[in-house]
T-cell receptor, first 113, second 115 residues
Framework: NAGVTQTPKFRILKIGQSMTLQCTQD?????MYWYRQDPGMGLKLIYY???????DKGEVPNGYNVSRSTTEDFPLRLELAAPSQTSVYFC????????????FGPGTRLTVT | AQSVTQLGSHVSVSEGALVLLRCNYS??????LFWYVQYPNQGLQLLLK??????LVKGINGFEAEFKKSETSFHLTKPSAHMSDAAEYFC?????????????FGAGTRLFVKA
């Protein structure tokens, strides 16, 4: 049972490039989330999903896109990377009847230069 | 609207001393409250939670927190700090009945433990 896994661990992008952050969970959780963490700030919700085929915007969705084709996977897509997207990105998941207990992946540290 | 304020971005204690990390919240509906811990280069891990019932909740690694509605506080304590407690701690609030996607996280408090 690996929990929530994220790839890559680190990435440097040039301005305008695109990339996909991968997230997979093996706990059969319906709910999945993407957060970004900036220094001195709490986590901000980017997007979330309550099940395969269902996604919705969080607090800071601009510049990102998501998809949820399976229960296990919830990739986050960055189109036209900007320096403001330099951050640490965390994926999390939770059970439908315990939505408050989120399990987090180890994070992806992204730098856009 | 909900918000979380963690008092002190850094807290330093000696090994064996009391740990007290402060968290105040605002919520328009009864809140569910959480503390998460983040060790270096790792994701957040749930330390403890308050949803309903007993206002003093115990978590992992000897930590506990007390929900005080009158003070809108949910401070985290541990009687005796250990070197392994050095980490960043996040307080979070979720309005009850809204789901995890409404969770608001505080800015975090980094705990340093001196030998």
């Amino acid at each position: 049972n690996a929990g929530v896994t994220q790839t890559p661990k680190f990435r440097i992008l040039k301005i305008g490039q695109s990339m996909t952050l991968q997230c997979t969970q093996d706990m059969n959780h319906n709910y999945m989330y993407w957060y970004r963490q900036d220094p001195g700030m709490g986590l901000k919700l980017i997007y979330y999903s309550v099940g395969a085929g269902i996604t919705d915007k969080g607090e800071v969705p601009n510049g990102y896109n998501v998809s949820r084709s399976t229960t296990e996977d919830f990739p986050l897509r960055l189109e036209l990377a900007a320096p403001s997207q330099t951050s640490v990105y965390f994926c999390a998941s939770s059970e439908a009847d315990k939505v408050y207990e989120q399990y987090f992946g180890p994070g992806t540290r992204l730098t856009v230069t | 609207a909900q918000s979380v304020t963690q008092l002190g971005s850094h807290v330093s204690v000696s090994e064996g001393a009391l740990v007290l990390l402060r968290c105040n919240y605002s919520s328009s509906v009864p809140p569910y409250l959480f503390w998460y811990v983040q060790y270096p280069n790792q994701g957040l891990q749930l330390l403890l939670k308050y949803t309903t019932g007993a206002t003093l909740v115990k978590g992992i690694n000897g930590f506990e927190a007390e929900f005080k509605k009158s003070e809108t506080s949910f401070h985290l304590t541990k009687p005796s700090a250990h070197m392994s407690d050095a980490a960043e701690y996040f307080c979070a609030v979720t309005p009850s009945g809204t789901g995890g996607f409404k969770t608001i996280f505080g800015a975090g408090t980094r705990l340093f433990v001196k030998a």
